[in-house]
């Protein structure tokens, strides 16, 4: 609990019920347009599996699992899950999912050796688990960073709804995200452990990707551990780097410090999975039924991750602690001192919301809750301008009720919108640029 951040000046911009009307709205949003963006499938996942299958994950090899007997089943020993890596990889192929196409679901997991109990971490944890099937062509730094981009617009894309529809408040997310290199981070920061060379540079850039997670760096660490039988992060990737894997993190000023809001990469072929038991020194779990399967040939090439849901709807909520988007078990003398006088939020001192610098024209209220995302956080910055890209979802051609005209067209991913003055009035819907 030492990692604990309270901040007297905070107050909760929802109240209780709000705030979980909020986390159902950033959850369907988020992975409905993760979905489309991905090509990806809903699936049911389980909760707990058989132990000694090999198919759930280690995560750095030393967390005990929550673990039970089923009666039923001669006493059988089942452990609770810790991600669906491995088990996301084998339904690809169970499912018949081909080239470009995936899968997601709803991961819950028990952690019960987490380190530290603080703002962002809990024994709880519940994240969307996605993967979807490879070329082997595809296999590639270049590739994953695409995938990271798509991510990252649907996160563009979520918060921009998420202001507009709850909070008025300005975005925090920077308009692109930056890529780069664990072992470059070390270079840039050698006096500096791994968390701290994250703060620093996500700090500066806002959104960040770092490549390359698990690997031994030049100074003979790790950034951070990774299980040797999922993401590939040994595969040489040019200009003596190497890792096919990473975190997303964004920049959370209300904690001062990064946050981590995925973990993903390309996941490990034959040769990989072998070189990384070795590594790790566990060559013998190549014996275990899911791994026996991967060396025979019997899985797809994929790429996958986890992305946090309750931490994403604590960043886009602008929550202190993840106790305000999810329910789990604290510390007492952590409860206490979270819990506000007046009692308004169970685990919370509870921001003033602040009042908006936006005065909306009356046929505003009026228009879709998606044009109105699209339009709110460009409103402050349209003074004595002509012309603003923006990430945005990809939406219509619209005009506005009084002298002020909007078009909206796509380009290259991108939304482009011009101002000008119009009295007419329409909404279009547009499957290409428009004018």
Not at 209 to 223: N, R, S
Not at 226 to 232: E, G, Q, S, V
Not at 418 to 429: E, L, Q, V
Request: charged share 30%; with cysteine; glycine share 8%.
């Amino acid at each position: 609990m030492s990692n604990l951040v309270l901040n007297g000046e905070y107050r909760a911009l929802l109240g209780l019920r709000d705030t979980e009307r909020g986390i159902k709205y950033i959850k369907d949003f988020f992975q409905d347009n993760l979905a489309k963006e991905l090509n990806l499938q809903r699936v049911s996942a389980p909760l707990f599996l058989r132990k000694g299958s090999g198919i759930n994950d280690d995560l750095n090899g030393v967390e005990a699992k929550a673990a039970f007997k089923i009666k039923d089943d001669s006493y059988s020993d089942a452990e609770c899950l810790f991600s669906l890596a491995k088990w996301k990889r084998m339904v690809l192929a169970d499912y018949g999912f081909g080239q470009g196409e995936g899968l997601y679901t709803d991961m819950n997991a028990i952690r019960p050796d987490e380190e530290c109990l603080d703002n962002l971490h809990s024994a709880y944890v519940d994240q969307w688990d996605w993967e979807r099937v490879l070329g082997e062509q595809e296999r590639t730094l270049e590739f994953l960073k695409v995938i990271v981009r798509k991510i990252y617009d649907v996160l563009k894309r979520t918060e921009a709804v998420v202001d507009a529809k709850y909070l008025h408040v300005e975005p925090m997310l920077p308009e692109e995200i930056t890529f780069i290199h664990s072992e470059d981070l070390l270079e840039m920061y050698p006096d500096l452990d791994a968390r701290e060379r994250e703060n620093r540079i996500t700090k500066e850039r806002g959104a960040v990707f770092v490549i390359g997670i698990g690997g031994e760096l030049a100074d003979k660490t790790v950034h951070d551990g990774r299980a040797p039988d999922y993401d590939d992060w040994t595969t040489p990737t040019g200009g003596g780097r190497a890792g096919l894997n990473g975190d997303i993190l964004l920049w959370y000023p209300l904690l001062d410090r990064a946050m981590e809001i995925s973990s993903m990469g390309i996941r490990v072929d034959r040769e990989a999975m072998l070189r990384q038991l070795e590594i790790r020194g566990v060559p013998e779990r190549k014996e275990m039924a899911w791994h026996r399967r991967l060396l025979d040939g019997g899985l797809p090439l994929s790429v996958g991750g986890g992305i946090g849901q309750s931490r994403l709807c604590m960043y886009f909520l602008r929550k202190l602690h993840v106790g305000e988007v999810h329910a789990s078990v604290w510390p007492e003398e952590m409860a206490q001192r979270c819990r506000p006088a007046d009692k308004v939020s169970p685990c919370s001192t509870v921001l003033r919301r602040p009042q908006s610098a936006l005065v909306w024209p009356t046929p505003y209220c009026e228009y879709p809750y998606f044009l109105r995302a699209c339009l709110h956080p460009m409103l402050p910055r349209m003074k004595g301008k002509s012309r603003i890209q923006f990430s945005a979802p990809r939406l219509l051609s619209v005009s506005l009720l009084g002298n002020m005209r909007v078009t909206i067209y796509l380009t290259l991913g991108k939304i482009e919108v011009s101002f000008g003055r119009s009295s007419a009035s329409c909404i279009r819907a547009a499957n290409g640029p428009m004018n």
